[in-house]
């Protein structure tokens, strides 16, 4: 919605102006008390500082509906068909079976086998991979 201002009755009339324009032209100075306001489908000329305040309204309830629906969402109870994503459950497994084996080996004095770090780089590999991808809804499986 545009606005077409001007600064006194007698005064050309200017614009179209976004609300936000108006907004900051008044706040520094640039148009004053005296200065009217009218939207671009309408005749009836209105105080300037009217518009912005019902454009201040308009923002401040838009504003507070958005953070309601934010808070309602974050507050959210995670529906029934979620549950933890096997990804990240198989790699914490694999990940501390890699370990297990490590240390087994390396009190046995068989320190130079590499392979139980491939399971611990592996298991990582799947629980990161599992936490991108997210929770997996059982239908989705």
Same mark, same amino acid.
């Given at each position: 919605?545009?606005?077409?201002? %001007?600064?006194?009755?007698?005064?050309?009339?200017?614009?179209? =102006?976004?609300?936000?324009?108006?907004?900051?032209?008044?706040?520094?100075?640039?148009?004053?008390?005296?200065?009217?306001?009218?939207?671009?489908?309408?005749?009836?000329?209105?105080?300037?500082?009217?518009?912005?305040?019902?454009? @201040?309204?308009?923002?401040?309830?838009? %504003?507070? @509906?958005?953070?309601?629906?934010?808070?309602?969402?974050?507050?959210?109870?995670?529906?029934?068909?979620?549950?933890?994503?096997?990804?990240?459950?198989?790699?914490?497994?694999?990940?501390?079976?890699?370990?297990?084996?490590?240390? =087994?080996?390396?009190?046995?004095? %068989?320190?130079?086998?590499?392979?139980?770090?491939?399971?611990?780089?592996?298991?990582?590999?799947?629980?990161? %991979?599992?936490?991108?991808?997210?929770?997996?809804?059982?239908?989705?499986?």
């Amino acid at each position: 919605m545009k606005y077409f201002v %001007r600064s006194d009755d007698d005064a050309p009339e200017k614009g179209p =102006y976004s609300p936000k324009e108006l907004e900051r032209s008044l706040e520094k100075g640039f148009l004053g008390a005296k200065s009217t306001a009218r939207r671009e489908d309408a005749e009836e000329w209105v105080s300037l500082r009217d518009v912005v305040a019902e454009h @201040r309204a308009r923002r401040a309830e838009k %504003r507070a @509906r958005r953070d309601s629906a934010e808070m309602a969402h974050a507050m959210a109870p995670v529906p029934s068909g979620w549950r933890p994503n096997i990804l990240v459950w198989t790699g914490v497994v694999v990940g501390v079976g890699g370990i297990a084996l490590t240390a =087994y080996f390396a009190s046995n004095g %068989r320190s130079g086998e590499m392979w139980p770090l491939g399971l611990v780089l592996g298991g990582a590999y799947m629980a990161v %991979r599992g936490l991108i991808r997210g929770a997996v809804r059982r239908d989705d499986e």
